[in-house]
């Protein structure tokens, strides 16, 4: 007999990628998630997952067999009727990390833990394993692009080989259990990116934030490896507590696994070295010094593990595709360029902006910005606005006002936009699509270079402002 599943949340990416892992595994899925938008949702449904663009109590299947709720606030069990009912329906209700840690119990998971760069590194380190000839389980926060001759990577895949890896989140696990996603994950390794002071409504001081990642790697066996960038924030410090065996990467100090002799361009390749020699030559399509960091890290843990030859690193590097919404191109047929940012908080925000100014110091870069998590809008972190858009030459700040009333926590538009002016930079703001295509109609040119920087929908200019630049600055040929 088919099992049944039904998703409450069904678009947000670890919902998306568990409910995938479940339907690998023969159950039926169903779900419901309203406020939904690309690229998840198209995802959700090109799988033969259909759901409800709006939550009800009669979205529960009566045969279901397990509900799982996601964290999103929308799903707060006060004021969510289908959250409701799934309480009192008399199935088992789960939050999609304690999925994972009954799906991976038995395997060698390796986590990929830190406040950047977490979603390359699962998916290159997926890919080059599977590029290998590997057939590892894992899990990934973001979808990867296409690439010539290879299909993308899917959200999470069940695999074959012991191997699991895992994108693991320090946000709160669901409205009832506040422990950190990753520590239901119980990794053998773990790969370390940094640990910047982030999700300051739930973690208001660096010490409450820190002590997650503590938590993380003292639960490692003491024959596990940590993969740390020595670069990163506050990763010295947590190197401290564990018990394992450590490797460190870095390109801005000495680390057992670094990068020399590096060229950027379209196509970028630079030397990974290790323990101060040169130990093969690496070249990527992937944008910035941050994703140099990032193949330098998952090189470092392939190559301690001896998990493929260096030829086969190579390959898989290589032909890595990319994330989609980790600075991939949106025009094709235009002299504007037009890419799409990750800009959930300070550090993804500068790294993008850095990869554009480093890739293309010509052209002048105008910059789409929402602040769509709650950091941005946070009074407490106003003094983000002082730096973040550095290197760009225009900002334009969109921002729809909210239907509920403004917490007295929260900035609003016009406070973001006051902040980046006495900075000393040009920025203007747009509450609606509308407004914001006009403002770019009027302030774009030929040749430039347009980021858009959000971790949401951006209110459809994801799609609207590739589509403007193609009409307008059409590529002659």
Not at 53 to 75: A, T, W
Not at 177 to 202: C, M, Q, R, S, W
Not at 449 to 468: E, H, N, R, Y
Request: hydrophobic residues 35%; negative net charge; contains cysteine.
């Amino acid at each position: 007999m088919i099992k049944k599943a039904h998703f409450i949340g069904i678009c947000g990416v670890g919902m998306a990628g568990t409910a995938m892992l479940l339907k690998e595994a023969g159950w039926k899925i169903s779900g419901s998630d309203e406020g939904n938008y690309p690229p998840i949702s198209t995802y959700v449904r090109k799988k033969g997952i259909s759901f409800s663009f709006e939550y009800s109590k009669n979205n529960i299947p009566e045969d279901v067999d397990l509900i799982v709720i996601g964290r999103h606030s929308k799903l707060s069990p006060d004021t969510n009727e289908e959250v409701q009912a799934a309480l009192i329906h008399g199935v088992p209700v789960k939050s999609f990390p304690e999925i994972l840690e009954e799906l991976t119990k038995e395997r060698h998971v390796t986590v990929v833990a830190g406040n950047h760069g977490k979603s390359t590194v699962t998916a290159l380190l997926a890919w080059c394993l599977l590029s290998a000839g590997k057939k590892p389980g894992y899990f990934i926060g973001a979808l990867t692009g296409q690439a010539d001759g290879k299909m993308p990577l899917e959200l999470a895949h069940i695999g074959e080989d012991p191997q699991f890896v895992i994108e693991g989140d320090e946000y709160p696990t669901s409205h009832w259990d506040t422990l950190p996603k990753f520590l239901h994950y119980h990794p053998k390794d773990i790969i370390l990116t940094g640990a910047e002071h982030d999700h300051t409504n739930v973690y208001p001081t660096l010490s409450e934030y820190r002590a997650q990642f503590e938590k993380l790697i003292a639960d490692m066996p003491t024959d596990g490896v940590l993969t740390a960038c020595l670069d990163g924030e506050n990763v010295k410090e947590l190197l401290k507590k564990s018990r394992g065996n450590i490797v460190t990467y870095a390109l801005n100090q000495e680390a057992d696994f670094g990068a020399l002799d590096i060229h950027y361009g379209r196509e970028t390749n630079f030397s990974l070295v290790q323990n101060g020699s040169p130990r093969i030559r690496l070249t990527t399509t992937l944008l910035g010094k941050h994703n140099i960091e990032n193949i330098v890290g998952v090189s470092a843990y392939i190559l301690t593990k001896n998990l493929m030859s260096s030829e086969e690193l190579e390959a898989g590097i290589r032909t890595f595709p990319g994330l989609i919404r980790r600075l991939d191109l949106k025009t094709h047929t235009s002299s504007v360029l037009i890419y799409e940012g990750f800009g959930s908080s300070y550090s993804k925000a500068r790294a993008a902006i850095e990869a554009l100014r480093l890739h293309f110091p010509e052209k002048r870069l105008v910059v789409v910005f929402e602040p769509h998590t709650f950091s941005w809008r946070n009074k407490e972190t106003m003094q983000w606005y002082d730096t973040v858009f550095r290197g760009a030459d225009r900002i334009l700040i969109y921002h729809e006002p909210s239907r509920e009333e403004t917490a007295e926590t929260e900035s609003e538009i016009q406070d973001i936009v006051s902040r980046v002016l006495k900075s000393g930079q040009r920025a203007v703001g747009a509450p609606n699509e509308r407004r914001a295509l006009a403002i770019l109609s009027h302030e774009l040119e030929n040749n430039d270079i347009v980021l858009l920087l959000t971790s949401g929908a951006m209110g459809g200019l994801i799609d609207s402002v590739p589509q403007l630049a193609e009409q307008k600055f059409p590529t002659r040929t």
